[in-house]
């Protein structure tokens, strides 16, 4: 197939750094002005596009109030405070609450995770869901992909003795909530190299954080970052800097080796034995997640992507693949994405769904403690 490829033409600057980096690196003049128009002028930028690497993740503690956060969660798990994950319903809130809640898993067993039920709670987290959280004895909640602007419901939280970290990626408004530490690469004054992180891109960071802190080997969580590459998938963020290497990374772990809840959903996609692309995360498998978690209810999604028996896997699998097909052909019954109006119309609703009090899938986590021994 021959394709005719139009790219803009290049500054007199751009041409004299193409033409540069042609001769001392590419031997290729379009693709040397290809780079130069993607910002990468230099033979290093150069190589770490061409050969994306961990070693190239940027320190997570230059994001602003890491290192608060990290100190908050370290306290919590050795006073043995109960710890809430928390997170949106969508692929980016599902993904994100699953790496965090079974990343934390292996060090801790006073963990649980909840999801907003889309009708009942509506988006975020509400005055209702804190009444929940506080019956429930939890003392520090982590939550992902949301809360930025949950001004009045954190500092309600904080009346009622509940402390939380932020973990969003959202833009922030002038007022901030008064949580402990809040974790978003598009903080006001944030220097942090790669403001382009999805909700859970900024729960690995953090994670990151932990793991360096506590002198953990980060190979188990590097081995997490399939759940990563879906949520930069499916939240379509940049696919640049930090996220590259991310992406690259769990897609290269997507088709390798995925978890249990992910190889099931690759299988009911048909997409077994097949080399999986960023564009069938986007189009077969963030859907079925997104079904999962919008149409049934995020915890049913974030059971899937943290199932450790593949039946069981298999069997969540195959039910979010009929909600999406359900979803593909009712017209009435499809669930209109909810409008800020409608958002806050589901907050003032009581939550018919509550909080678990064990853990279905903990049971690695049960013998486990803090610290380490
Ligand atoms: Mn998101």
């Known amino acids: 197939m021959t394709r005719k490829w139009n790219y803009p033409s290049l500054s007199s600057e751009e041409q004299r750094l193409g033409a540069e980096l042609a001769r001392r690196y590419s031997n290729c003049t379009p693709v040397a002005d290809l780079l130069v128009q993607r910002g990468i002028t230099t033979i290093d930028a150069a190589e770490k596009f061409f050969h994306p690497s961990l070693r ?11 290192d608060v956060a990290v100190e908050r ?8 405070e109960k710890i809430m994950v928390y997170g949106d319903y969508d692929v980016d809130g599902t993904t994100a609450v699953a790496l965090v809640y079974r990343y934390l898993q292996n060090f801790y067993s006073e963990l649980d995770f909840y999801i907003p039920t889309r009708y009942d709670d509506g988006y975020g987290i ?24 949950a001004i009045d419901e954190i500092k309600y939280a904080a009346e009622r003795g509940i402390d939380f970290i932020i973990c969003d990626h959202h833009v922030p408004d002038d007022e901030l909530p008064p949580a402990v530490a809040i974790l978003n690469p598009k903080l006001e004054g944030s220097t942090y190299p790669c403001p382009h992180l999805s909700g859970c891109g900024v729960g690995y960071k953090f994670m990151q954080a932990f793991s360096i802190s506590n002198g953990i080997a980060t190979a188990e969580l ?9 949520s930069i998938a499916a939240d379509i963020v940049p696919m640049v800097d930090e ?14 080796n995925p978890n249990m809840g992910l190889r099931a959903i690759i299988r009911t996609c048909g997409l077994g034995g097949k080399e999986i692309t960023i564009s069938d995360v986007v189009f077969k498998i963030g859907p079925r997640i997104n079904a999962s978690g919008r149409m049934q209810s995020g915890r049913e999604a974030v059971e899937l992507l943290v199932a450790r028996d593949s039946k069981e896997a298999a069997r969540r699998a195959w039910r979010s693949t009929n909600t999406t097909k359900t979803a593909r052909n009712s017209t009435n019954a499809s669930p209109k994405k909810p409008t800020p109006s409608s958002r806050h119309a589901a907050r003032c609703t009581r939550p018919k769904n509550r909080l678990s009090s064990t853990t279905k899938t903990g049971t690695r986590a049960s013998s486990a403690s803090w610290p380490r021994a």
């Open 56 to 66: 190239d993740l940027h320190d997570p503690f230059l994001m602003p109030q890491m």
């Open 73 to 80: 969660l370290n306290r919590a798990m050795g006073s043995k």
């Open 126 to 149: 509400s005055r209702q869901s804190i009444d929940m959280l506080a019956e429930q004895g939890v003392k520090l909640v982590i939550i992902l992909d949301c809360g930025i602007k």
């Open 222 to 230: 590097e081995s997490m970052l399939d759940l990563v590459a879906v």
């Open 243 to 256: 996220n590259r290497v991310l992406a690259y990374t769990g897609l290269k772990r997507l088709n390798s």
